[in-house]
């Protein structure tokens, strides 16, 4: 069954558009001399007219069956109609406000990147409530370029991430899940590769996670391990596509492979990533970062909150931002709750994990309370 169309406020003569299709009509009376994307403010309404029109970008924008405009109406408590490029936001002032912005961020990114509901909700993530802050519209130079389309971080503390990651040898995104840490680090080792700033790409994760250990698991090591990896893989598979993927793989210039491995190695000429590095014991940690070879930039990432390792073991993540808080060369991102740019629920059950952890106490040392595959997942 087809959703129904918008109605659109101002009348037209033209025919009703086709479900998931932006409305191609004649430009609305009044509004045919307006500038290229610019506010209009009327009583509780803006008319906002995005330009250069492009029929496949407002596609893009609107979504299917008009998704994206729903998507942004219940999130900021606005309604929004459109007839081609002309839209009429209808709200309380900062929340028309809000929408204009978002709507204008997303044209933008229409144009680049193939829009869905989850890159729509990280645009909304620095709107509404938030909006007044900043419009969440990152910086040209912190912008990721990828063969797929430009990824742009969203709100500063990704901002501040990527361009860490960008000016410094070494990098730590420390944060929950959700806040785009391995996904923005791996963007950011595509687009040096792709440049031709490193001759390949090493992407490492502790093979210890949620309680479990290798030897209980089936299979040969590839077999055990490869589940542990497969999120790396997908974001490599969203930027570069399946099959490039396989030829760097098998050409050496993509690397995927547990911690462990890199024992007695020294990496030049890499971007060298470090997944879930909160399963990494003190040793492990000094052994990954002393692989750092000339040439070489690395990101290591993790979530302090989400420690699978046996009870008495201390984590490295968190020796290691004691240890090298003040050494030069180094970039660390601090990410919470509000960074999160998954599923606008996952958000508030972040938010409401972070909020229990600080009202009650672990009574554990810090040393003593990492194990936390005996009860936190």
Known sequence: MYASPRRCPIPCAASSPSPGRPRQCATPPGLERRPRDTLS????????????ADNRRLANLCGQFDEHLRQVERRLGVEISNRGNVFRVIGNTD??????????????????????PGRVNVYLQQSGVEASEESGEPREETAVRTRRGMIRPRGPNQQAYVHHIQTQDLTFGIGPAGTGKTYLAVACAVQALEQDQVARLILVRPAVEAGERLGFLPGDMAQKIDPYLRPLYDALYEMLGFERVAKLIERNVIEVAPLAFMRGRTLNDSFIILDEAQNTT???????????????????????????????????????????????????????????????LVQRIVAAYDAYDRRTPSGDEDGDDEGAGDGRR
């Open 95 to 116: 929340s028309v406000h809000a929408a204009g912005r978002v709507l204008r961020d997303l044209y933008r990114a229409a144009g680049a990147e193939e829009l869905t």
């Open 282 to 344: 003190v040793e492990q940690m000094k052994m990954f970062l002393t692989r750092i070879g000339f040439g070489s930039k690395a990101v290591v990432t993790g979530d302090v909150t989400q420690i699978d390792l046996p009870r008495g073991r201390r984590s490295g993540l968190r020796h290691v931002v004691e240890v090298l808080k003040d050494v030069a060369g180094i970039g660390f991102s601090f990410f919470d709750s509000r960074d999160v740019v998954r599923h606008p």
């Open 41 to 52: 403010q009327h009583p509780q309404a803006v008319d906002l007219t995005l330009e250069p």
